[in-house]
């Protein structure tokens, strides 16, 4: 999505320099200017203005890698972090507090943000144990391209076109609907009390509400609606409802909206009327690593509370005053955590170079890119390659549906929105299907990102110079297929073979694997045009016993499903053979099964 920004100070580069006539260099031989942000800068004439204060020593996360569970990774990073930062902060707490201005310090990365005059913003810069100071700009995230509110019959159960091309219902059919997993949410807030978003909120079981550890305003000043320092969830915009509307929604009716609607949701809002700051993303991504309580302090969170993957659909704008490494150590920090940083390929295409500002540019993020309901890149689609830092970094890592996507928005309605920030938030549930379908994953970002890169539909462009590659800077690795994916976490992303082309030369029904099996197998096919799939179970009598697809457009590629050995009422049934049958554009295809117990 398009961004825009709102400076909060005038500039005077007149004053600048003249304040640079009259100052020598620091003990280190650096100039004090030297450190800071140009927007800084031209703001130092302001009695108050806002800065970021990044510290010379940072934490050395490198040991969370060989950790094997989220839980060890969450604590270890917490308490370094928070080790470095009790450290080393205290010289400049304590040079602050003697001025008298306000302050708050962070310690996902050693920062502290600041609001100051031109002597506070040169005696911190003077200092040899400040290495940089940053701007922190208020950033606008604009209105998602939208359709009126559609509602429909409550007699009626649908689920979107978006979820059902992803093959989220395929999954549901096994049992698995995120239910095993939590996944956090950074946006314009959130309406806790919709009907398709209650159900799934932490805070909520279903009597009573609880905020505390599952939801956080970083919001403190206005607010808009919600007000400041919101007690409850609350959204003054809407772009962040539909945004988790998309993870998790479903009000057990008509408006099956989300991917994982099993999944638990907890949240922070980090914009003011859609309005936000470096600041305040920090803020939240500190919060969401180590959620605390409503009116505590950072000293009370709890890393054993954290999501299993964070949903970001909003850009921090270097060209404007965020620095494209602003949030760079921020986001690494929170990764080294054991939780997925989702994050919108932005809305600045169709140009290749597109995807510019934080946190889609870095590699820490899992990126995500906007397809439409015929896999066809949107033209606002940010693409690849990254330039702004120098990477030529390749970018989206995947692309999902981000076209004309209803999810649900403010007052208990829906409404159809088109944006990246629309597609991010189905990986963000993919990943709560994945965790589900096998625990022992959570924490394993390297893992999890493998497994849906390398379960993705193979789309291909030659815009951007990849020719027939994948990945490549349109698409990524591809569409995401969350049945592809969850098969992967239970088997292996080195247990399913590959298929060979993006587009199969036949209609093919592969052997299952592993056959014989007990209780688990997974059924792969090749379609070599797009088609509606019927895949059935039925025993030697010719009884149908499970339904593993019902008329199912998928389009031409390799699919894969998985059969959990059960009935259609999710009884396991009996040993002995079975055959799985699968119809395709006119044509059946049959395979043999043989169930051992």
Not at 87 to 104: E, K
Request: glycine share 10%.
């Amino acid at each position: 999505m398009r961004t825009q920004m709102m400076l909060k100070c005038n500039v005077c580069l007149g004053l600048v320099l003249v304040l640079l006539s009259f100052h020598a260099p620091s003990a280190t031989g650096t100039s004090w200017w030297e450190k800071v942000d140009e927007t800084v800068l031209a703001e130092v004439n302001k009695e108050s203005c806002e800065f970021l204060v990044t510290l010379s020593v940072q934490a050395d996360l490198s040991h969370a890698a060989s950790l094997t569970s989220k839980w060890e990774k969450g604590h270890y990073t917490v308490m370094t972090l928070k080790s470095v930062a009790a450290r080393t902060q205290t010289p400049v707490v304590n040079a602050l507090a003697a001025t008298g201005v306000t302050y708050r310090t962070f310690w996902i990365a050693n920062m502290i943000w600041v609001r100051g005059d031109g002597a506070v913003l040169e005696m911190l810069a003077s200092r040899d144990d400040v290495a940089r100071i940053l701007a922190n700009p208020r950033i606008r995230i604009p209105s998602s391209q939208a359709k009126p509110p559609v509602e429909r019959d409550e007699g009626f159960k649908s689920v979107e076109w978006n979820i059902s091309h992803v093959n989220g219902p395929a999954v549901w059919s096994g049992g698995n609907i995120g239910q095993d997993a939590v996944v956090g949410g950074i946006d314009t807030g959130y309406e806790w009390d919709h009907p398709a978003l209650m159900e799934q909120y932490r805070g909520w079981d279903g009597i009573t509400t609880d905020h505390d550890y599952n939801w956080h305003d970083a919001i403190h000043v206005g607010g808009g609606d919600c007000g400041a320092n919101s007690p409850e969830p609350c959204d003054d915009n809407g772009h962040g409802s539909h945004t988790m509307g998309v993870m998790v929604g479903d009000d057990g009716g008509a408006n099956q909206i989300g991917l994982a609607p099993g999944a638990r949701w907890i949240g922070c809002r980090c914009m003011d009327q859609g309005y936000g700051t470096p600041a305040t993303f920090i803020e939240c991504l500190e919060w969401m690593v180590a959620p605390y309580p409503l009116g505590g302090g950072s000293d009370e969170g709890d890393p054993s509370l954290a999501p299993d993957v964070i949903n970001n659909s909003w850009s921090c704008l270097p060209s404007v005053g965020c620095a494209w490494d602003t949030l760079l150590p921020v986001i690494e920090n929170v990764r080294a955590a054991g939780i997925v940083v989702v994050a919108s390929a932005g809305g600045n295409g169709p140009d290749c170079s597109s995807v510019l500002y934080p946190p889609e540019i870095y590699e820490a993020s899992f990126t995500v890119g906007a397809t439409n309901s015929t896999d066809i890149v949107a033209s606002f689609s940010g693409r690849g390659p990254v330039l702004v830092d120098g990477s030529g970094r390749l970018k989206p890592d995947v692309c999902a549906p981000g076209v004309a996507v209803r999810s649900s928005v403010l007052n208990g309605t829906y409404a159809f929105y088109s944006g990246a920030s629309m597609a991010a938030p189905h990986v963000a549930g993919l990943v709560a299907l994945v965790v589900t379908a096998n625990p022992g994953l959570a924490g394993d970002v390297d893992q999890l990102e493998l497994i849906i890169t390398s379960s993705a539909v193979p789309l291909t462009s030659n815009q951007c110079g990849d020719g027939d590659d994948v990945p490549n800077n349109v698409y990524g690795h591809g569409r995401i297929d969350a049945l592809a994916a969850c098969t992967r976490a239970v088997v292996g992303v080195d247990e399913v073979t590959p298929g060979p082309d993006p587009t199969p030369a036949s209609l093919r029904l592969l052997p299952n694997i592993p056959n014989p099996f007990n209780p688990v197998t997974t059924i792969a096919f090749e379609l070599p045009e797009p088609s509606h799939v019927h895949l059935h179970i039925y025993d030697v009598s010719g009884r149908l016993v499970r339904v593993l697809l019902d008329g199912n457009y998928l389009g031409a590629s390799r699919h894969e499903t998985i059969w959990y050995g059960e009935d259609e009422s999710g009884h396991a049934v009996a040993a002995g053979i079975y055959f799985c049958r699968l119809d395709a554009n006119g044509h059946a295809l049959t395979q043999r099964l043989a169930l051992i117990k």
